[in-house]
Every structure is written in structure tokens, then in C-alpha cells.
């Protein structure tokens, strides 16, 4: 490791003990600015890269509900609000039994960066709580998201911090957490992003990280001629970012052959077609079933506590959660055939199976460049909120796609090297930042 990476990475480690995915992502950047900072010493003398990995502020509270037996439960919950030169806060909130601090801070720093890449003005933050939806009523989500946003509500504004969904938190949540917004500030606002249709949100948000993860993966393979036609397709995840990308890949020819959930993946040869995906929205998004039924139900293979890396593609999409692919896991989609890694999820691929990757200079981009269309079309959703003014479908998505086109280019911009090779995690670490780091620079030491 580059000794001045060791020396900054050792000072975080100290800082935020135990915060290890936090450690993991700040390196992954570091790696990438340390070299462009040292190139640019004003950024070096503003302590930018010191200042952009600690968070303005943290905000962690009880959660205290009543499940429907009349039991009270505790949980705990977040909001890391990391950044706001550019634009008010803004990212996801995640429901899920693992969430916890260093978690959360490694999705806030992430946001970041790739709030800046989309060009809208949006600052970094995220939060969440170690809430468990699986397995809980309608009733008791909804009593849980309106004891979180009766402690949340004093921080967030529609000008402040305006938060949006993530894992365990889609639609359902958003409609309970935007109620009790409502109910406490006795105001209509744009405070949270993902809303229904009818109340506020945008057209093609549900849609929006899959197919933009889609549209980033077809501009990466475009550089080498290549387009989705005919290619063979693994993605991982069965939620709302994994749904919208297999509809995506299929429409533009690809064949999606695996869907997956935490339990374990299925297999399914000849392709998950539209009539499919139809199957697993239900299954996922209505009934809130596991992706197992899906191969009882299409006569097809499932493995438990699998992944599908196992299995030889083209290319590999990503759409679960973090550290998902490891090294072996890496090498094994290499050797099968795999050009292209485009990341629908956040940080899906540990240090060492990025390096296999840039190693096999095979087409990689790192989620906070492939999964920006998620935060992009919530940014549409604000502008829309602000304007009072809905866009239709064809329009949002054509902004999305060109937003997509332009974090590509912006990546090509600041990852191409020597030999021509794009290095998108140099490309969308070094994009990314520039902008904030200006913007820090010119509102003085705050
Ligand atoms: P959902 O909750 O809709 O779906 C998550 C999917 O991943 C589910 O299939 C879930 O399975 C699976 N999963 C979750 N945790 C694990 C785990 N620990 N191991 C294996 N599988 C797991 O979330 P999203 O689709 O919204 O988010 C997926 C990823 O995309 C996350 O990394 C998120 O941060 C990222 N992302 C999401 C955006 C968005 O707009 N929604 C924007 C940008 C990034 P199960 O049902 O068993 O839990």
C-alpha cells in the first residue's frame, strides 16, 4: 500500500474504531485522491480529503414501538448527515438488521461522491435503523416508521436533508415516514424522495438505479463495441434495484439468468423473460415471498446460501448489498468469460476482487458511478417537488439516461490512462470529488 494511503488510513482507523466497511471505502478513495491531491496542493492544504471523511453531523436515536402483540421493541436509529457543500443532504435510509454506525457511514461517504457525479446539487448523507420489516404486519411497520420520523422530523427539510429509500425501505415505508412528516410539520414538502405518484413522486423513480445501472453498463460496453444483445447476464438481488435492471437488460436483448435472496439463488437458463419478472415482483414486492418459490414455481434450480457468481456470464450486475463478491468469487467470473462488472448495489465487491478485476482490465464500474440513477431521478423528484410540476415518464427518463451518459463521460474524463485503458474507480472517485472540494474551498474552513 502507497505509504501515504497507510498513514491516512491508520488515522481514520484510530478516529472510528470498528467501523470497518467505513475504513473499507474511505481507502478504496483515498487510494485513488492521495496521488491526484498530491498533484493539486491546494486541496492538500484545505485538509479536503481530512475534512470530506468526517461527517458534519450524527444523529442516533431510540426508536421505541408496539409490535401488534402489545410488546413494546427498541431500536436504534440513524442519520449520518456527511456533506452539504454542494446541495442539502440527501440519500437513503436502509431498514435492516444489520445496519449499524460504520454501515451507515460508508453509504453516507459513498453518497458523496456520487451525488457530485450526477451534477445535481445534492450533498452525502444516509440512515436507517436495525429494524427488521420481514416477517413484521403492515401495522407494525407503520407504527415503527412513525416513531422514526417522530425523532427524524427535527433534522430533515425539504432545503435541509431530504431522505429516500434504501434496502427494506420502498414505497410502503415512504408513505408511512412521509405521513407523520406531514402530521408533525403540518407541511406538504419534498422532504423525502420516492413517494407514490399520486402524492409527489417522480415517474420512473421505482425504475430508476436498475435501469441506470443498465444505461452506465451499456455506455462501458459501448467503448469496446460491444452493446447487451445476446450476452448472458448475472445479477444478484431480487429487490427493487435487481428487478428494474433485468427488465432493463431484457428489453435491450440481454438474458438475466439468475435472481437471488439473502437465502440463496436461482438459476433459470433460459432467461427470466417479462411474464417472469412479473412473478418475482409479486412474489418480492406483494406477497414478500423467497426467491426458492420462484424455482418450484418455474421448475428450475435453486441453491441455498449461494451466490450467483458460480455461474458463467458476460456480465455481472450486482443489486444485493455490500461485499458480495469475493476474491475467489472474482477470479471465478474471470476466468468464466465475464467483461463487464457494473454495480447496482453499494460496494458489492470486496478490495481484492477490484483488484482482480482492474488486474483483467475488464470493463468495472464502481456502484457510486453505475448506481447513481437512483439518487439522480430523486434529485428529478425534488425539481419537480420545487416546481410543483410533473414530467412525464419519456422525459425523466431521458434525463436519467443522459445524466448516466455524462457520469460516464465524466469517469472516462479522470480514469483514462496511459495505455487507454478507464479506470472508472480512479474516474468516479477523482469526478466525484473535484466538485465538492472546490465547492469546500470556497465556503471556507466550515
Ligand atoms: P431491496 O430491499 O429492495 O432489495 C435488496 C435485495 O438484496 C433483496 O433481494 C435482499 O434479499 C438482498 N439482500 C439484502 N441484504 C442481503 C444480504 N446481506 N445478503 C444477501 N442478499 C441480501 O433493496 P434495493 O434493491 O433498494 O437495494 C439493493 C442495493 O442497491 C443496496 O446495496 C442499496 O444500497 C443499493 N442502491 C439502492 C438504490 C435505490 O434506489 N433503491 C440506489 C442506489 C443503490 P432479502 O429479501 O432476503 O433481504
Known amino acids: 500500500m502507497d505509504p501515504r494511503v497507510q498513514q491516512f488510513m491508520a488515522m481514520i482507523k484510530a478516529k472510528n474504531p470498528g467501523e470497518n466497511e467505513f475504513h473499507q471505502a474511505v481507502q478504496e478513495v483515498s487510494e485513488s485522491l492521495i496521488p491526484f491531491i498530491e498533484e493539486n496542493p491546494k486541496y492538500k492544504h484545505a485538509k479536503i480529503l481530512e475534512r470530506i471523511a468526517e461527517p458534519e453531523r450524527t444523529l442516533i436515536f431510540r426508536v421505541p414501538w408496539l409490535d401488534d402483540k402489545g410488546e413494546v421493541q427498541i431500536n436504534r436509529g440513524f442519520r449520518i448527515e456527511m456533506n452539504s457543500a454542494i446541495g442539502p443532504y440527501k440519500g437513503g435510509l436502509r431498514f435492516h438488521p444489520t445496519v449499524n454506525l460504520g454501515i451507515l457511514k460508508f453509504l453516507a461517504f459513498e453518497q458523496v461522491f456520487k451525488n457530485s457525479l450526477t451534477t445535481l446539487p445534492m450533498g452525502g448523507g444516509k440512515g436507517g435503523s436495525d429494524f427488521d420489516p420481514k416477517g413484521k404486519s403492515d401495522n407494525e411497520v407503520m407504527r415503527f416508521c412513525q416513531s422514526f420520523m417522530t425523532e427524524l422530523f427535527r433534522h430533515i427539510g425539504a432545503d435541509t436533508d431530504v431522505p429516500a429509500g434504501d434496502i427494506g425501505v420502498g414505497g410502503r415505508e415512504i408513505g408511512f415516514l412521509f405521513g407523520q412528516y406531514k402530521r408533525l410539520k403540518n407541511e406538504f ?199 410543483r410540476l410533473p414530467w412525464s415518464s419519456e422525459e425523466v427518463d431521458q434525463r436519467l439516461h443522459s445524466i448516466m451518459k455524462n457520469i460516464h463521460s465524466t469517469c472516462v474524463k479522470y480514469g483514462t490512462k496511459d495505455d487507454g485503458f478507464i479506470n472508472y474507480v480512479d474516474g468516479a472517485n477523482i469526478g466525484g470529488f473535484v466538485k465538492v472540494a472546490n465547492a469546500m474551498i470556497a465556503q471556507g474552513v466550515v
Do not use: H
Open 189 to 387: 414538502t419534498g422532504v423525502l424522495t420516492g413517494k407514490g405518484i399520486e402524492w409527489g413522486g417522480s415517474l420512473i423513480r421505482p425504475e430508476a438505479t436498475g435501469y441506470g445501472n443498465t444505461y452506465f453498463a451499456q455506455e462501458m460496453l459501448a467503448t469496446r463495441g460491444q452493446n447487451f444483445e445476446g450476452k448472458t447476464v448475472c445479477i444478484s438481488g431480487s429487490g427493487n434495484v435487481a428487478q428494474y435492471a433485468t427488465e432493463k437488460v431484457t428489453q435491450l436483448g440481454g438474458k438475466v439468468v439468475t435472481s437471488s435472496d439473502s437465502n440463496g439463488f436461482i438459476y433459470d437458463p433460459k432467461g427470466i423473460d417479462a411474464e417472469k419478472l412479473k412473478y418475482i415482483m409479486d412474489l418480492k414486492n406483494i406477497r414478500r415471498g423467497r426467491i426458492k418459490e420462484y424455482a418450484e414455481k418455474f421448475g428450475v434450480e435453486y441453491f441455498e446460501s449461494k451466490r450467483p457468481w458460480v455461474i458463467k456470464c458476460d456480465i455481472a450486475m450486482p443489486c444485493a448489498t455490500q461485499n458480495e463478491i469475493n476474491e475467489e468469487e472474482a477470479k471465478l467470473l474471470v476466468k468464466n468469460g465475464c467483461t463487464c462488472v457494473s454495480e447496482g448495489s453499494n460496494m458489492p465487491s470486496i478490495p481484492e476482487a477490484v483488484i482482480v478485476f482492474l488486474n483483467a482490465k475488464i470493463l468495472y464500474g464502481p456502484g457510486k458511478a453505475a448506481n447513481a440513477g437512483g439518487v439522480a431521478t430523486s434529485g428529478l423528484e425534488m425539481t419537480q417537488n420545487s416546481m
